[in-house]
């Protein structure tokens, strides 16, 4: 069993910062993409930023220049710095990653259950 556990949410006001953790755990023999995704109130889940394992990174245009992906493979982690946020950052933010639990296992995606960021003054 696999399970992505993200950390980090909270309030911050406009002009300011936060870094969202997300670290992977149980049966996994190998990670392939991670990711953020963000859901706001009444609003469909976007992409925010993707990482794949050789490094390779793509953003979502409205957080482009503003927000890190970034990874730690031997900690089965992803980070995401986000600077500069905005009121229209205001969603919960879900890790993503694809997961293969054994050599001969096809990747899986997995979700984290979530952590909300809101940004207001």
């Known amino acids: 069993q696999v399970q992505l556990v993200e950390s980090g949410g909270g309030l911050v006001q406009p002009g300011g910062s936060l870094r969202l953790s997300c670290a992977a755990s149980g049966s996994i023999f190998s990670i392939n993409a991670m990711g953020w995704y963000r859901q706001a109130p009444g609003k469909q889940r976007e992409l925010v930023a993707t990482?794949?394992?050789?490094?390779?990174?793509n953003y979502a245009d409205s957080v482009k220049g503003r927000f890190t992906i970034s990874r730690d493979n031997a900690e089965s982690t992803v980070y995401l710095q986000m600077n500069s946020l905005k009121p229209e950052d205001t969603a919960v933010y879900y890790c993503?990653?694809?997961?293969?639990?054994?050599?001969?296992?096809?990747?899986?995606?997995?979700w984290g259950k979530g952590t909300l960021v809101t940004v207001s003054s």
């Open positions: 993503n990653a694809n997961i293969r639990t054994t050599a001969w296992a096809n990747g899986w995606n997995y």
């Open positions: 990482i794949i394992s050789g490094g390779s990174t």
